[in-house]
């Protein structure tokens, strides 16, 4: 008989959402990926986050990681709450991992609130080179970024 996953083991679970440096600023990277079907410990985790990137004087941008975790209506709820319903003004929002419905759907429920959203298909890290990268370059352009060597991510085809 296979043994039951204990979710808070996850690596998914355990990794901590941090803040980079960008074009004078900070971008908030909300890890909630690898978390699977685990709602709970996501809902736990946004909530035990949300005090950081929502503060007046914190982050104007965010970027919600969800690679390989099940984004269910709670947990969409629960996002855009953070976003919209705590008095923070956000520049721009990018999304990592989620599927077409789910791009959609935070899109209707996102719009008209003031701030910018991007849709990733997922992120990488390169140790050099990778702000040169076409990918890198038209998603900065098609989504208002500045071009600066900062920036540790670029559009994943």
């Known amino acids: 008989m296979p043994e039951k996953i204990n979710g808070k083991e996850l690596a998914g679970y355990q990794k901590k959402s941090f803040a980079l440096p960008y074009n004078g600023g900070e971008i908030w990277f909300e890890h909630l990926d690898g978390i699977f079907g685990f709602?709970?410990?996501?809902?736990?985790?946004?909530?035990r986050d949300v005090e950081?990137?929502?503060?007046?004087?914190?982050?104007?941008?965010?970027?919600?990681?969800?690679?390989?975790?099940?984004?269910t209506e709670k947990i969409i709820e629960a996002v855009k709450t953070a976003v919209c319903g705590r008095g923070?003004?956000?520049?721009k929002i990018a999304f990592v991992g989620l599927d077409r419905q789910k791009v959609r759907?935070?899109?209707?429920?996102?719009?008209?609130?003031?701030?910018?959203?991007?849709?990733?298909?997922?992120?990488?890290?390169?140790?050099?080179g990778f702000w040169q990268s076409r990918f890198f370059i038209k998603f900065c352009r098609k989504n208002g970024f500045p071009l600066d060597k900062t920036a540790i991510f670029y559009y994943n085809v």
Do not use: I, M, Q, W
């Open 105 to 128: 759907k935070f899109k209707k429920d996102l719009a008209g609130n003031g701030f910018e959203t991007g849709f990733l298909k997922g992120l990488r890290t390169r140790k050099s």
């Open 88 to 91: 923070k003004r956000f520049l």
């Open 39 to 47: 709602e709970e410990l996501v809902l736990e985790k946004l909530s």
């Open 52 to 71: 950081h990137f929502t503060k007046p004087s914190a982050y104007a941008y965010v970027c919600f990681v969800f690679d390989e975790t099940e984004v």
